[in-house]
Nanobody, 124 residues
Framework: QVQLVESGGGLVQAGGSLRLSCTAS????????MGWFRQAPGKDREFVGV????????YYADSVKGRFTISRDNAENTVYLQMNSLKAEDTAVYYC?????????????????WGQGTQVTVSS
């Protein structure tokens, strides 16, 4: 069983920055591909980005490319989402998710474990 706990959400003005953290339980965190997703009210959960187990590769949705950066610290069992130049349309609940099979595709169905989410609100 893997437990994921997100933190770092909050209220920020447009153009500002936030860094989300996701800390995982389990001794094999370093083998998981980790993804970030978000869900705005009334919308489906959407892919934000993903990072491979080593941190050597990342992939982002077009909507956040160049503004968001995913990194990880396997020694701390933590993955981060640095969000810069935030826009009102980035307002959502943000979730981290663990992909134990390393597929790393932008589909919610391939992720095995999910955090509870953290709210990010960007005021315009």
């Amino acid at each position: 069983q893997v437990q994921l706990v997100e933190s770092g959400g909050g209220l920020v003005q447009a153009g500002g920055s936030l860094r989300l953290s996701c800390t995982a339980s389990g001794r094999t965190f370093s083998s998981y591909t980790m993804g970030w997703f978000r869900q705005a009210p009334g919308k489906d959960r959407e892919f934000v980005g993903v990072i491979t187990w080593s941190g050597g590769s990342t992939y982002y949705a077009d909507s956040v490319k160049g503004r968001f950066t995913i990194s990880r610290d396997n020694a701390e069992n933590t993955v981060y989402l640095q969000m810069n130049s935030l826009k009102a349309e980035d307002t959502a609940v943000y979730y981290c998710a663990a992909d134990l099979h390393g597929l790393g595709v932008p589909r919610t169905s391939v992720y095995d474990y999910w955090g509870q989410g953290t709210q990010v609100t960007v005021s315009s």
